[in-house]
């Protein structure tokens, strides 16, 4: 086989590999960016050389398509949020100093997004102990990153799905020693070890977010952002483990606002699984105890009945 065909045919396997591997519903203008920032590598011009070279990508700079393609701002162009002189290569190097967007920036004043009442937010979060460390260094970004972002507890039925989407993005900082330092001149902590109190940790991380224990619980917003200081967070276990628990304003808040909207009252209360965390439950015996209420209370009105009925 001569060079040529070999050649033509690694290119169709390319093109074909390219077509495939991205997602479809990602904007046409986007993939001139993304043809760099979705690879390992770059190609640069060399002035001093004469010649195209290959280089490493920032890893910070690689975007994962398949991630953005869910993730809310998916139908944006890249030049939406960043300067149209990155439509220029090679990039100018003072663009790397251009701010970033903050969630206000864009929905602030808007009546369209008012449900998810983003000026609360800021005010909240201007009350945590990561603003009032690190001020407006500590931007939205820095837990929600705007390429991957999904409003997962208002869309998810799935505490499990929630709860490992939340924690992510608290130990993509708490357990990267890297991007703590991008905010903090203190060392990384080690978690279990700061968490060495708390029993069962590996059960508590799995199945609880770190904000039901280090936020402030307040019915009005659906997640809060208020992260309160380590001497402040919750480590009484009667908070979470009782029938009025905290996880009912926090982890369970969407849930239960969906299963009373779907089943009504009386159907959510009947078939309720957490009215107290932690506690294990056989679903037979949910049952049976209903069915044994029902017994009961129709024994008593066919007494009565049958009473009438004789006297």
């Known amino acids: 086989m001569s060079f040529f065909i070999r050649g033509f045919i690694c290119t169709i396997l390319l093109l074909l590999f ?4 991205t997602p479809q ?3 046409k203008e986007n ?14 011009y060399n002035n001093w050389t004469g010649k195209n070279e ?24 890249c030049i939406d949020c960043h300067s149209p002189d990155y439509e220029t290569y090679p990039h100018k190097s003072e663009l790397k100093l251009e701010p970033k967007s903050t969630c206000l920036d864009c929905h602030g004043g808007d009546d369209t997004f008012a449900s ?4 609360r937010i800021k005010e909240e979060f201007e009350k945590s102990v990561h603003f009032t460390t ?23 039925s799935n505490v499990g799905e929630i709860v490992d989407f939340d924690n992510a993005m608290c130990l993509s900082c708490h357990n990267n020693m890297t991007k703590y330092q991008l905010v903090s001149t203190h060392k990384n902590p080690q978690l279990v070890e ?8 590996a059960l508590h991380f799995m199945h609880v977010r770190c904000i039901e224990c280090h936020t402030e619980v307040i019915d009005s917003l659906m997640v809060s952002h208020n992260i309160l200081p380590k001497e402040k967070a919750t480590q009484k276990c009667a908070e979470c483990h009782s029938a009025n628990s905290l ?31 932690g506690e294990n439950q056989i679903p037979l015996l949910n049952w049976l105890s209903i069915l044994i209420f029902i017994a009961t209370i129709g024994g008593i009105a066919l007494h009565i009945v049958f009473r009438i009925m004789i006297k």
Not at 31 to 44: E, G, R, V
Not at 116 to 119: L, P
Not at 250 to 267: D, H, M, V
Request: charged share 15%.
């Open 134 to 156: 690190s001020g407006e260094a500590f931007t939205c970004s820095k837990c929600h990153n705007q390429h991957y972002y999904k409003p997962t507890a208002r869309n998810s």
């Open 25 to 27: 519903n990602i904007p």
């Open 194 to 201: 700061v968490h060495n109190w708390l029993p069962n940790q």
């Open 116 to 119: 998810f009442q983003f000026e």
């Open 31 to 44: 993939m001139h960016c993304l043809k760099c920032h979705s690879s390992q590598t770059f190609t640069i």
């Open 247 to 277: 996880l009912q304003a926090s982890l369970y808040k969407y849930k239960n606002i969906q299963s009373r909207t779907e089943k009504g009252a009386i159907n959510n209360i009947i078939s309720n699984k957490a009215y107290v965390i």
């Open 54 to 77: 290959k280089r490493l990508m920032n890893p910070f700079y690689i975007l994962d398509t398949v991630r953005l393609a869910t993730g809310v701002h998916k139908d944006f162009q």
């Open 18 to 21: 390219t077509l495939f591997s």
